[in-house]
């Protein structure tokens, strides 16, 4: 069969598809509101949370029934599944319907079952109405014209003409989407879009349009900053380019230049507008990027016309032109420029660079150019600090000077590396108001005869320092990418015990506090086909794996079976979005958004919607007698449910934010019957019956009413069993069962808590708490025997947040009330005779007897090391003796120093100091002091401490000032250095004299 009869034998297959269909008003309702349902979604923060996506749901629901009318009534047509492609989409939904079964919270497993039940539809529905090539552009426009306004948001919001929550954070935008790397994977997809509509579009005016969207999309997308996409981007590219038919490759590299130059051109001058008060200026450089996009379409349009010869001389040119200006890029440079307005509050604006190929132990000088502005005569208008890192990156200021009043200054400023030292980062920064500050010519130069100077880069002209900052950040040990793995890794251990059908849909979120590695937060896995095999195991893998494989196998089938250049390059490239959404969702959660998930839902029923074209399916002939009641029960069947369902957990959803709302104003009875109803409309969210709990509880204390707390107890209970892998619930829980003096049940909830979520230190306060409080109400009444088990758990804790800390690669640290609660515990225990030890305890402000190091690391768990420039503390906790002690020495000419976390000491009250010390430092070389951060800073201090080869007792008594403020004091000991001796200290008590 030749070319033009294929190509004749596919038109009519089209035009027979529509031929005696009597398009009314109901086809033309459905296909206008599902444009709407393409294009509104990500405008509302991606349909991320439920008070967007449930009204989505019932949207779609209505579009489903509404379209099933139409095809049953005017086409008679009852078929519902036509492809493979089909029923794996039909499987995902499946799934996690089944999920639910099994499911650890069934609440967001509900939830995540109406989700892709709402993808179905969508990619049904896109399907069926996407039946010939000018509704496959319609829709295919609606989607870029989304994109497109999404990005303009994000543009507006950068430059600070829109006001849109977490729309441009950190210098980043995010748009609607909220989230910056998706943001990038979204509008890379819709580049895609973009540029194949341009590829396939002969009129001029139209190919303008999609240029500027081009740009727009872009440029966007560079201030997303997102490493990730922009490591995928070109090879998406490439893959993009490989598809297209050969004429056009050319035509698309050309045309990415078409935006590439007006980007480069225009990006420092919107970078250095975006995120202060010129709005002005950020817009007029965006839109010159616009203009300048259209006059390099106009050339490339004048060069096509043009004959080949000069052609190849205008795009070697061009080439040559591109590669100067990249090395122009990165060698061009300028001052870096830091400086306040005189409106601008007080604030640190800095700027680091950091040197690696340092010499440790080695005198240096810093020499650099200062050009200053101060006409407030502020204390200083510049200020440089050196920080040496170590291998374990601890950080020492080895430098830190000021200056600058007005004019030109060249300043060479000595400082030395240490011993350790490994890199160092140097950071020029400017703090008052009204004050400027430009540093160039900088250069490090080690005072060794024959060596090189080290230079120091400022600020490249062209290129945005944010963009230079991520670029240069890009690597696996990055603290993004290395969390990612740690998910990845932790994900497989939940798979392991939910091998088949998975945890349910919202799982991961609700149980991966107990398989974590280390403590972070993460509700998503960060990687679409993991967190799928995690909510519903092997069979949601399968069937998430099926989709994109049957996706790929249709693709590439079509691709074969059309026979104008124009239809491949339009399946190809509305294949390339999809797949650059699904490989970038590989490390990232791109969708778990809801409006993301639906833009490549639309985009698999766009190609199933072809497919179906071609294979025929849809001209198939039908039995125009058979009964359709059957067809129409079940599809509005369905489509009521749906909507049904959705429309009752909004209900909730409602109800819980109106009764959030009334609890912050005060009207706690109002909020009680607020959160009663929205547990009646959505009984299986678990905040709301704990919420209501939470409220009765102290209603019913504070009125004194048994019922009242009988109710609360049963909603609590509810809560935990609908949530109950939910460690704040038990604990609540636990809380509740406590106060109510019911100690069995209230042990057994807060200690599961600490066992649900084991790297939370806060649950092992919680529990702390709790054992040493019945301690002390049992040595009160007698029972010491009985109090000895409890302290002992108290005690214990430290062997299990070690246990722990060996087997993570990011150590928990524990807390101050928590450390505090071991050590009481200790001392009523060493001292369980002592007949009121049960009120003594409570005068401990502070303690480090036990010399707890759960971290491993030669040193109390909350306190610190610190050296100057020259000092080299060093640590080590020994246990030879009855008692741990901490050795301290430093081998350096300089101060070094160890200092506790604050701790709360009340203004005009009097404590006392008490430690055990002893050392052979000379005189003088060991100092105490009890610093307060706010008010008068040295509260206590011993100054002049003479130590011996003998254990003796320090004490220091006080009175604290009136000016301190609670909560800002802490404990430090000195060792001034310039002595090989060492000091030893055990058995440090604060306390209330």
Same mark, same amino acid.
């Given at each position: 069969m030749g070319r033009k009869q294929r190509l004749k034998k596919?038109?009519?297959?089209?035009?027979?598809?529509?031929?005696?269909?009597?398009?009314g008003t109901l086809y033309w309702v459905v296909f206008a509101c599902l444009c709407v349902l393409m294009f509104y979604p990500p405008y509302f923060r991606g349909l991320f949370f439920d008070r967007e996506l449930l009204p989505t749901h019932m949207f779609t629901a209505v579009l489903f029934g509404l379209w099933w009318i139409y095809k049953l009534s005017v086409k008679r047509d009852p078929v519902f599944l036509r492809t493979p492609l089909d029923y794996a989409a039909l499987g995902m939904a499946a799934v996690y319907f089944i999920s639910i079964f099994a499911a650890v919270n069934v609440r967001l497993a509900i939830g995540e079952f109406l989700k892709y039940v709402n993808y179905f539809m969508a990619y049904w +529905?896109?399907?069926?109405? $996407? /039946?010939? /090539?000018?509704?496959?552009?319609?829709? +295919?426009?609606?989607?870029l014209a989304s994109a497109v306004g999404v990005a303009l948001l994000g543009i507006g919001a950068a430059a600070g003409t829109f006001s849109y929550n977490g729309a441009f954070v950190g210098g980043r935008i995010n748009s609607s989407i909220q989230y910056p790397n998706t943001l990038a994977a979204y509008l890379t997809a819709a580049y895609f879009i973009s540029m194949t509509l341009l590829l396939n579009e002969d009129k001029k005016w139209k190919k303008y349009l999609y240029s500027t969207a081009n740009f727009i999309l872009f440029f966007t997308f560079i201030f997303t900053y997102s490493r990730g996409a922009w490591f995928l981007f070109p090879i998406v590219f490439i893959i993009y380019l490989i598809g297209l038919?050969?004429?056009?490759?050319i035509r698309a590299i050309e045309n990415f230049v078409i935006v590439l130059i007006p980007s480069l051109l225009v990006l420092q001058g919107f970078a250095s507008s975006i995120g202060g008060s010129r709005e002005i200026r950020a817009w007029l450089w965006f839109f010159a990027g616009i203009g300048l996009t259209g006059v390099c379409l106009f050339i490339s349009g004048y060069v096509a016309g043009i004959n080949r010869k000069v052609k190849l001389a205008f795009v070697g040119l061009i080439s040559i032109t591109l590669i100067a200006a990249a090395i122009a890029a990165f060698t061009a440079v300028k001052p870096i420029a830091l400086h306040h307005t005189a409106e601008e509050e007080a604030g640190w604006k800095s700027v680091t660079r950091e040197v690696k190929n340092i010499r440790p132990d080695t005198e240096y000088v810093l020499k650099v150019d200062i050009e200053s502005k101060n006409p407030d005569d502020q204390p200083y208008s510049w200020r440089i600090v050196v920080n040496s890192y170590d291998k374990q990156n601890k950080a020492t200021r080895i430098l830190n000077s000021t200056g600058g009043t007005e004019g030109i200054e060249t300043k060479e400023l000595s400082f030395k590396t240490r011993a350790d030292t490994k890199s160092i980062r140097i950071y020029f920064q400017n703090y008052y108001p009204n004050t400027r500050a430009k540093f160039e010519n900088i250069e490090i130069s080690p005072v060794v005869q024959g060596a090189n100077p080290i230079k120091v880069r400022t600020a490249y002209k062209y290129i945005p320092e944010n963009l230079v900052n991520r670029i240069f950040s890009i690597n696996l040990k990055d603290t993004s990418a290395s969390g990612r793995f740690t998910f990845y890794r932790d994900a497989f251990r939940i798979i392991k015990d939910y091998p088949i059908i998975g945890t349910g849909g919202g799982g991961w979120a609700s149980i991966y506090f107990g398989y974590q590695s280390h403590l972070y937060w993460s509700n998503q896995v960060h990687n679409y086909f993991m967190q799928v095999w995690v909510e519903t195991g092997t069979l949601g893998l399968l069937a998430v794996l099926s989709v994109w494989i049957l996706v790929i196998f249709t693709v590439i089938k079509l691709y074969k079976s059309e026979t104008a250049p124009e239809d491949r390059q339009l399946i190809w490239g509305i294949f390339?979005?999809? $797949? $650059?959404?699904?490989?970038?969702?590989?490390?990232?959660?791109?969708?778990?958004? *809801?409006?993301?998930?639906?833009?490549?839902?639309?985009?698999? *029923?766009?190609?199933? *919607?072809?497919?179906?074209?071609?294979?025929g399916s849809e001209g198939r002939k039908r039995d125009m007698h058979r009964s359709l009641t059957p067809y129409y029960t079940g599809s509005l069947v369905t489509s009521l449910l749906i909507f049904a369902v959705s429309l009752t957990l909004f209900a909730g959803y409602n109800y819980g934010q109106k009764g959030i709302s009334l609890l912050t104003r005060g009207e706690t009875l109002a909020a009680e019957e607020a959160f009663k109803r929205a547990s009646k409309y959505d009984p299986f969210t678990a905040s709301f019956r704990a919420d209501r709990a939470q409220i009765l509880d102290v209603i019913g204390n504070s009125s004194e009413s048994e019922e009242l707390l009988e109710e609360a107890e049963k909603e609590m209970q509810k809560a935990v069993s609908l949530d109950k892998y939910n460690p704040r619930l038990n604990a609540h829980l636990g809380a509740f069962y406590l106060r109510r003096g019911n100690i069995e049940e209230g042990l057994k909830y807060l200690e599961k808590a600490s066992q649900l979520h084991p790297y939370n230190v806060n649950y092992y306060e919680y529990l702390s708490d709790a054992y040493v409080s019945i301690a002390k109400e049992l040595i009160r009444r007698g029972s010491r025997d009985e109090s000895v088990e409890f302290l002992d758990r108290t005690i214990d804790m430290v062997n299990t947040i070690k246990d722990l800390n060996l087997q993570s690669v990011k150590k928990m640290d524990t807390t101050p009330k928590l450390i505090l609660n071991i050590e009481k515990a200790a001392y009523m225990k060493d001292n369980i005779e002592t007949r009121r030890i049960?009120?003594?305890?409570?005068?401990?402000?502070? $303690?480090?007897?036990? =010399?707890?190091?759960?971290?491993?690391?030669?040193?109390?768990? +909350?306190?610190?090391?610190?050296?100057?420039?020259?000092?080299?503390?060093?640590?080590?906790?020994?246990?030879?003796?009855?008692?741990?002690?901490?050795?301290?020495?430093?081998?350096?000419? *300089?101060?070094?120093?160890?200092?506790?976390?604050?701790?709360? +000491?009340?203004?005009?009250?009097?404590?006392?100091?008490? =430690?055990?010390?002893?050392?052979?430092?000379?005189?003088?070389?060991? /100092?105490?002091?009890?610093?307060?951060?706010?008010?008068?800073?040295?509260?206590a201090s011993a100054a002049s401490v003479n130590l011996t080869e003998d254990w003796q007792e320090i004490k220091i008594a006080f009175r604290t000032t009136a000016d301190i403020e609670s909560g800002k004091q802490y404990i430090r000991l000195d060792h001034t250095g310039k002595d090989e001796g060492y000091i030893e200290i055990k058995e440090i008590f604060l306390l209330e004299d």
């Open positions: 596919q038109q009519n297959r089209e035009n027979k598809t529509d031929k005696g269909q009597q398009r +529905l896109a399907g069926e109405l $996407a /039946r010939s /090539r000018k509704e496959i552009k319609v829709f +295919l426009n609606v989607l038919v050969k004429e056009n490759r390339i979005p999809a $797949a $650059a959404l699904g490989i970038h969702s590989i490390i990232d959660f791109n969708l778990s958004l *809801g409006a993301v998930a639906l833009y490549l839902w639309f985009i698999f *029923g766009i190609i199933n *919607g072809r497919a179906s074209v071609q294979s049960y009120r003594e305890v409570d005068d401990i402000v502070f $303690a480090a007897s036990l =010399m707890i190091d759960t971290r491993g690391e030669g040193l109390p768990d +909350l306190w610190r090391k610190a050296d100057t420039a020259e000092g080299y503390i060093q640590t080590e906790i020994i246990s030879r003796e009855r008692s741990p002690y901490l050795r301290i020495e430093n081998p350096g000419s *300089g101060l070094g120093y160890i200092y506790s976390r604050d701790f709360e +000491l009340q203004p005009k009250s009097d404590y006392v100091l008490v =430690m055990k010390a002893r050392g052979s430092v000379r005189p003088g070389r060991f /100092r105490v002091y009890v610093f307060s951060r706010e008010g008068q800073r040295t509260q």
